[in-house]
C-alpha cells in the first residue's frame, strides 16, 4: 500500500467504505436490487417504452452475426484461451493501430474479458491495496462505487456540472494525489455523454506522472461521437506504459448480451490482472470473440454511420423532450441523454422517474442513482433518458411525454 489516508474528505469529496457499502443495501441493511433493475421491472410490469438501460432493440452487423453462426456450426464452443483467442486479441491490437495509430503486441499487452465490467473489477482488485485512492468522474457508471468497495478503495470524486459536464481543472488538480493510486477515467462519459477533450486528458497524464498513479479509461462509447473527437489517454505522449485502456463490443456493435471485452496494457500491468480475471469468469463467449474480430475489422463506414445514425436519434428525442418542458443537454457521444426535469416543477428525480411509466408511459433513470448521497444538490431533478432505440420507438415515446406539458 502506498502511504495512508486521511480521514477527511478532499475538495472533491471522498467515500467512506460505509457510505459506499449503503449504496448497496435497503432500508433494513438487506441487499437492494439497483434502480435500474427496478425502473426495468416497473417497464415491464406497466407496459412502458424502457428508455431506462441501455441496450439497443436492434442487432448488429449481419455478417457479425453470421460470424458468430459459423463459429457454433464449426465447434467453436468450448473454454478459449485464458488471454482470449488469438483471433480477437490480434484484430483489437489491429484496432488500436488503425484507429489510433497505438502499437501493442496482442500476445502479451491484450486481454479479452467478459465485458468492460469484468475487466474494471479484475483491474481495480488487481492494482489496488484496502484505503488506495480511486478517483473517478462523478455522476459516474454504477458498478465503479461497487468495485471499489470490494477491494476496499477509496472513490475520491470530481464533479461534473450540467449542461456541458466537463470537469473543473483545479478540482482535477486538487483530487489526484500521491495518495491516488488510479485515476478511472470515463470518456465518452456514462451518464452524461460528455467527452474529455484533449488538454484535460493531457493534464490527468501529467497529474499521473507527478503522482505516480495509474489512468484505467474506460472507452466502451469510443466509436459512437457526435462531430467530436475520441482521445484515447494511452495515444498521449508518455500515457501507454501507466495506463489500462478497457473498452469493449457491446455498444459498438448493438451487441450488448454478448459481454465480449478486452484490456490494452503493458504486460507489467496486465500480468497481475490477467491472475485476478481468471478467479472471475476465467474465460467466456468462445464463438463470439471471432465474431467481435470480424466487427473489429468492418470498413470505416460501418463506424461512422453506426455513429451519425445514434446522433439522429438522440436528436428526435431531445426535442420530444423539449416539446414535453424539459431542458435537455445535447450528449457529445453516447447512448444516453440528460433531461432537466425542474421546468416541469420537478424536484425529486427518483420520485419522477417511479411516477413516469403511469404518467407518461415511458421508463428513465434519475441521475442520482450516479452520484453518492450525500453530493446529491445539482443533480436531483435531472434524469437520464437512453436514445439507443428503434426511430418509431423513440418517436412513440416523444410523443407520449408531450403529456406532461398539457397534463
Known amino acids: 500500500m502506498r502511504g495512508t489516508n486521511g480521514a477527511g474528505a478532499s475538495p472533491s469529496g471522498s467515500w467512506e467504505l460505509a457510505a459506499r457499502g449503503a449504496l448497496l443495501l435497503g432500508d433494513k441493511g438487506e441487499l437492494s436490487p439497483t434502480i435500474f433493475a427496478e425502473m426495468s421491472a416497473l417497464a415491464s410490469s406497466t407496459g412502458a417504452i424502457n428508455l431506462g438501460q441501455g441496450f439497443p432493440d436492434e442487432d448488429g452487423p449481419a455478417e457479425v452475426l453470421e460470424a ?16 482470449g483467442m488469438p483471433v480477437l486479441r490480434e484484430a483489437i491490437a489491429a484496432h488500436q493501430e488503425r484507429f489510433y495509430a497505438i502499437r501493442v503486441d496482442p500476445a502479451t499487452q491484450v486481454l479479452v474479458t467478459a465485458g468492460a465490467t469484468e475487466a474494471l473489477a479484475a483491474t481495480i482488485l488487481a492494482l489496488t491495496e484496502p484505503d488506495d485512492e480511486i478517483v473517478v468522474l462523478e455522476p459516474f457508471y454504477d458498478a465503479y462505487g461497487g468495485l471499489a468497495a470490494l477491494a476496499r478503495a477509496r472513490l475520491v470524486t470530481v464533479p461534473l456540472r450540467a449542461p456541458l459536464f466537463q470537469p473543473d481543472l483545479n478540482e482535477l488538480r486538487s483530487a489526484i494525489t500521491d495518495r491516488t493510486r488510479l485515476i478511472l477515467i470515463n470518456s465518452p462519459h456514462n451518464p452524461t455523454g460528455s467527452v474529455l477533450p484533449r488538454e484535460t486528458l493531457e493534464l490527468v497524464v501529467e497529474l499521473a506522472h507527478k503522482h505516480d498513479a495509474l489512468v484505467v479509461t474506460d472507452e466502451v462509447y469510443e466509436h459512437l461521437t457526435f462531430g467530436v473527437e475520441h482521445v484515447p489517454v494511452a495515444s498521449l505522449p508518455g500515457a501507454f506504459e501507466r495506463t489500462i485502456t478497457i473498452s469493449s463490443g457491446g455498444k459498438t456493435f448493438s451487441l450488448t448480451g454478448w459481454k465480449v471485452g478486452w484490456i490494452v496494457a503493458p504486460e507489467r500491468l496486465l500480468k497481475p490482472i490477467t491472475a ?11 464463438p463470439f470473440q471471432p465474431a ?4 473489429l475489422g468492418l470498413p470505416d463506414e460501418y463506424f461512422t454511420t453506426a455513429a451519425a445514425t445514434l446522433a439522429r436519434k438522440s436528436g428526435i428525442l431531445g426535442a420530444g423532450l423539449r416539446e414535453a418542458g424539459f431542458e435537455v443537454s445535447s450528449p457529445q457521444a453516447g447512448y444516453f441523454l440528460i433531461a432537466d426535469a425542474s421546468p416541469l416543477g420537478i424536484t425529486d428525480a427518483a420520485d419522477f422517474c417511479r411516477a413516469l411509466p403511469a404518467l407518461a408511459g415511458v421508463a428513465a433513470v434519475p441521475v442520482t442513482a450516479f452520484v453518492h ?3 446529491r444538490d445539482g443533480y436531483r431533478s435531472l434524469v437520464r433518458f437512453a436514445f439507443c432505440k428503434r426511430v418509431d420507438v423513440l418517436q412513440r415515446a416523444a410523443a407520449q411525454l408531450a403529456v406532461l406539458k398539457t397534463g
Not at 276 to 286: C, D, E, I, S
Open 373 to 375: 448521497p450525500d453530493r
Open 292 to 295: 467481435i474480430a470480424v466487427g
Open 68 to 83: 458468430a453462426r459459423q463459429a457454433i456450426s464449426e465447434g467453436v464452443n468450448q473454454y478459449p484461451p485464458g488471454l
Open 276 to 286: 485476478v480475471k481468471q478467479f472471475l469468469t476465467y474465460v467466456n463467449g468462445a
